[in-house]
């Protein structure tokens, strides 16, 4: 295998966001009235983009388009001032972006986060990596799994989808792989279990960031 780029979901891939997510969804709910979630709750809850969260956390009698168009606002907010107060990335994520930089593989990320977010989190954690492309959810492209979001990326940073892996912990982003054509990663550590990646027909499975570096 040669590959010359790597395209990678945010969320439960490269970081663990999941409390700065829940708590901002959570203030959301509290500042409306409605009730409130566990925050082990929220890994099946995220991965469809903010607004898809927001309609989850929302009790199912309100989730009009005026009150999940309300509590997006709010949620964003919030998370705006706090996306990283508790996000951290995963143990071994940041050695397996020093190799890839190294070895001068293009890093690209795809997200369903709005793109405001996206670039904040990158920045802050991964500015010194060789990301060519960073990507969220914006006007004019639909979510994953459709595979608008990673032609986008191909586009930005033009490279054969042979010489291409897509990495992401969910069935969406496996799904996104397979409708771009592209090779599929799924990881173990991130919100969604073994099986959903699986069931999605991940091309690979890894169960460590360093895995990553023997599909190259």
């Known amino acids: 295998m040669s590959k010359s780029l790597v395209i990678f979901d945010l969320d439960g891939t490269l970081l663990n966001t999941i409390d700065d997510l829940g708590n901002s969804a959570n203030e959301a709910m509290r500042q409306l009235g409605y009730p409130t979630h566990p925050l082990s709750s929220y890994p099946m809850m995220v991965g469809n983009g903010i607004t898809r969260l927001i309609e989850r956390a929302l009790p199912e009698e309100a989730r009009d388009e005026k009150t999940v168009t309300d509590a ?3 949620f964003m907010a919030f998370y705006d001032q706090h996306c990283c107060d508790l996000t951290v990335p995963y143990p071994g994520i940041e050695l397996m972006l020093e190799e890839l930089t190294r070895r001068d593989i293009n890093l690209a990320v795809t997200s369903n986060k709005y793109q405001r977010a996206v670039s904040q989190l990158i920045n802050h954690f991964f500015s ?3 990301f060519k492309v960073v990507l969220g959810q914006h006007d004019g492209v639909p979510t ?3 595979p608008s ?3 986008e990326a191909l ?3 033009p490279t054969p989808k042979s010489d291409v ?3 992401g912990d969910s069935g969406v982003d496996m799904e996104t792989a397979r409708r771009a054509c592209v090779e599929s990663v799924g990881v173990t550590w991130g919100f969604r279990p073994v099986r959903e990646l699986k ?3 991940a091309d690979h499975i890894i169960e460590e960031p360093c895995d990553l ?3 190259l």
């Open 144 to 146: 994953k799994p459709d």
């Open 165 to 167: 892996l897509y990495v």
């Open 155 to 157: 586009a930005m940073c």
């Open 199 to 201: 069931a999605a027909y």
């Open 128 to 130: 010194k990596y060789n």
């Open 72 to 74: 997006r606002h709010r």
């Open 149 to 151: 979001i990673v032609f």
């Open 213 to 215: 570096l023997g599909l």
